[in-house]
């Protein structure tokens, strides 16, 4: 027989040996996600001007869908 195992017939067998050495982790790794960017930075207005125009077609947008809700079939 095998010094160290149990010799009743089912019992649970450790994975290690008992003389085995304890290993103490050498580093604990963090990984972080990448914050998701909503907007990509190339698609922001780049002039007041472009800013009012986007604003202004959004408000347009925002009419007619408000208009087509409030519609009687």
């Known amino acids: 027989m095998h ?3 149990n010799e009743e017939p089912g019992a649970v067998q450790p994975s290690t040996p008992r003389a085995a050495a304890r290993v ?4 604990i790794v ?3 996600r990448q914050v998701a960017r909503i907007v990509p930075p190339d698609l922001l207005a780049d002039t007041p001007e472009e800013h ?7 408000d347009v947008l925002f009419r007619d869908l408000v208009q087509r809700i409030t519609e009687k079939p």
């Open 52 to 58: 009012r125009r986007r604003a202004d077609a959004a």
């Open 30 to 32: 963090t990984i972080r």
């Open 24 to 27: 103490a982790p050498a580093a």
């Open 3 to 5: 010094p160290g195992i």
